[in-house]
């Protein structure tokens, strides 16, 4: 995981990001027009980060979307392209939490019987 200094947040790779209930979208080539019925709000996403919510299913981990990412991009993921990747997208995530239509949930633990 990237572990830059200074003000960015970090993430456990392994969490699940999710779309919050509420949150209508309209697909527009390029670009998604998100509404918040709750809020009222509208938000615009650039391809990228668009790409990024579509992942956010609540299935896919942090560390998934960045390698899906990638893939779909056609990005070659090297060690330090992969942190920097990872970098930006923890960045979207915590942008689109912090608009409050993106939530994050932990992998579920199974009980093992002992």
């Known amino acids: 995981m990237n572990n830059k200094q200074g003000s960015e947040q970090l993430i456990d790779p392994d969490l699940k ?8 979208d309209v ?4 670009e998604i027009l998100l509404y918040d019925s ?11 980060a668009k790409t990024i919510w579509q ?15 990638a893939q ?3 990005i070659t993921l090297d060690q330090l392209v992969f942190n920097e990747l990872l ?3 923890v960045s979207t995530i915590f942008q689109l939490q912090d608009l409050g239509i993106l939530g994050l949930k932990e992998e579920s633990i199974t009980n093992v019987n002992l």
């Open 27 to 30: 697909d527009l080539l390029d």
């Open 55 to 69: 992942l956010c299913d609540g299935k896919r981990r942090v560390i998934d979307i960045t390698q899906e990412v």
């Open 87 to 89: 970098s930006d997208i």
């Open 17 to 24: 990001p999710y779309r919050l209930n509420g949150i209508s």
């Open 38 to 48: 709750e809020s009222k709000m509208a938000f615009s996403l650039n391809n990228s």
């Open 72 to 74: 779909l991009f056609g």
